[in-house]
């Protein structure tokens, strides 16, 4: 059971939007930032959004971060099938539970 | 260019001992902190361990505590999590990953390839 909660699973077809959420609490999202991570399969996970909102050099701007109180989202816009991957929400806690705390991932599909 | 290599991975026995090394080359080792990560078979990403650029800050997840083991070598660009009374739970693969900051951080910019660590009788 991830301190994190992501929905299992999203998709969609080439050029869509797609949205992903990632809730917590205030010992971690809510008082920390949110670190988004990419990761393909059979490959090692990538820094895809820092800062709840930052984009690393190199990430497209397709891809976007946001943060209201305990929640925060990814969005992928103009989706491409380079996009199919699994993606994790990831927050510093300040609580028992930390100090890092991982959401359990979200496999995009794009169909 | 900057590289993440892990190594030490194996097949070992429940209880027994397990030693991985991460070698880092391309940036300042001595300013970034630095974090053990994994991920078992099908499953989603694990904090393990973090070390902060100093080696004097090290901070463990609840299921490894005890158990395993941090440290970093400053001189020789090297980190390792030595691994003790290992379970079958711990098979998993295991990445390197630098941290953004000194201290510890969510922030981690590089990861190496993972090595993969296989606890059974």
């Known amino acids: 059971q991830s301190v994190l909660t992501q929905p299992p699973s999203a998709s969609g077809t080439p050029g869509q939007r797609v949205t992903i959420s990632c809730s917590g609490s205030n010992s971690n999202i809510g008082n920390n930032y949110v670190y988004w991570y990419q990761q393909v399969p059979g490959m090692a996970p990538k820094l895809l959004m820092e800062?709840?909102?930052q984009r690393p050099s190199g990430v497209p701007d397709r891809f976007s971060g946001s943060k209201s109180g305990t929640s925060a989202s990814l969005a992928i816009s103009g989706l491409r099938s380079e996009d199919e991957a699994d993606y994790y929400c990831a927050s510093w806690d300040d609580s028992v539970s930390g100090p890092v705390v991982f959401g359990g991932g979200t496999k995009v599909t794009v169909l | 260019q900057l590289q993440v290599v892990e190594s030490g991975g194996g097949v070992v026995q429940p209880g027994r001992s397990l030693r991985l090394s991460c070698v880092v080359s391309g940036f300042t080792f001595t300013y970034y902190g630095m974090h053990w990560v994994r991920q078992a078979p099908g499953k989603g990403l694990e904090w393990v361990a973090l070390i902060s650029h100093d080696g004097i800050t090290t901070n463990y997840a609840a299921s490894v505590k005890g158990r395993f083991a941090i440290s970093r070598d400053n001189y020789n660009n090297s980190v390792s999590l030595q691994m003790n009374s290992l379970r079958p739970e711990d098979t998993a693969v295991y990445y390197c990953?630098?941290?953004?900051?000194?201290?510890?951080?969510?922030?981690?910019?590089?990861w190496g390839q993972g090595t993969l660590v296989t606890v059974s009788s």
């Open positions: 990953a630098k941290d953004r900051y000194g201290s510890g951080s969510a922030d981690w910019d590089f």
């Open positions: 800062r709840n909102d």
